[in-house]
Nanobody, 124 residues
Framework: QVQLVESGGGLVQAGGSLRLSCAAS????????MAWFRQAPGKEREFVAG????????KHADSVKGRFTISRDNAKNTVNLQMNSLQSEDTAVYYC?????????????????WGQGTQVTVSS
């Protein structure tokens, strides 16, 4: 099990950028697939991006492809989400999540460990 703490959220104007980070505790982070999810007010939580244990495979939701990029640094126990060209529809609480598996995770039920979330607000 790993403990996950997100950071980097905030208020940004439409068209701007933010970089979210998720710091993980524990020595086995490198064996975890990691993902970012988000939940907008009144909506269900949805998958944003996922990355496998080594960083060699990534998946992004269609709604963020070309704008968001997930990456990880196993030496620093961190996973990041670079968000560019932000839109008001990206406003949500963003969650970091993970599972000890070799494959990329893309659904909530696959994830065993979750962070508390970080708020991203995009003003139009």
């Amino acid at each position: 099990q790993v403990q996950l703490v997100e950071s980097g959220g905030g208020l940004v104007q439409a068209g701007g950028s933010l970089r979210l980070s998720c710091a993980a505790s524990g020595p086995i982070f490198s064996r975890y697939a990691m993902a970012w999810f988000r939940q907008a007010p009144g909506k269900e939580r949805e998958f944003v991006a996922g990355i496998n244990w080594s960083g060699s495979i990534t998946k992004h939701a269609d709604s963020v492809k070309g704008r968001f990029t997930i990456s990880r640094d196993n030496a620093k126990n961190t996973v990041n989400l670079q968000m560019n060209s932000l839109q008001s529809e990206d406003t949500a609480v963003y969650y970091c999540a993970g599972r000890r598996t070799l494959v990329v995770v893309t659904t909530e039920w696959e994830c065993d460990d979750w962070g508390q979330g970080t708020q991203v607000t995009v003003s139009s």
